[in-house]
């Protein structure tokens, strides 16, 4: 089965800069979508930015212009490079993949990881 590890959460003043990275590991052919949501204390789980095999990238409304999500995809890794950063931006980030490719024939989808946490604070 895929998992998903992510890193590099952690404190960070107003202003500053974060990289969060994501590996999937297991027996990976391709992965079709890698990208990174959200939720913060008491509110839903939302979509920040996401990122098909084809180099294709969406963003929420909020990141767009601080935040790069890029991909390895010979290391099965995302990344997401957050610049700017503001108390909003303080969340549990969490890694997903989704159509995995595990076999000639065979996919796994919506993996989760277990969530880092960001905290925007001074």
């Known amino acids: 089965q895929v998992q998903l590890v992510e890193s590099g959460g952690g404190l960070v003043q107003p202003g500053g800069s974060l990289t969060l990275s994501c590996a999937a590991s297991g027996p990976i052919f391709s992965i079709r979508t890698m990208g990174w949501h959200r939720q913060a204390p008491g509110k839903q789980r939302e979509l920040v930015a996401t990122?098909?095999?084809?180099?294709?990238?969406n963003y929420a409304d909020s990141v767009k212009g601080r935040f790069t999500i890029s991909r390895d995809n010979a290391k099965n890794t995302v990344y997401l490079q957050m610049n700017r950063l503001n108390s909003e931006d303080t969340a549990v980030y969490y890694c997903?993949?989704?159509?995995?490719?595990?076999?000639?024939?065979?996919?796994?989808?919506?993996?989760w990881g277990q969530g880092t946490q960001v905290t925007v604070s001074s």
């Open positions: 990122m098909l095999s084809d180099g294709s990238t």
């Open positions: 997903n993949a989704d159509r995995i490719r595990v076999g000639l024939t065979s996919y796994e989808y919506d993996r």
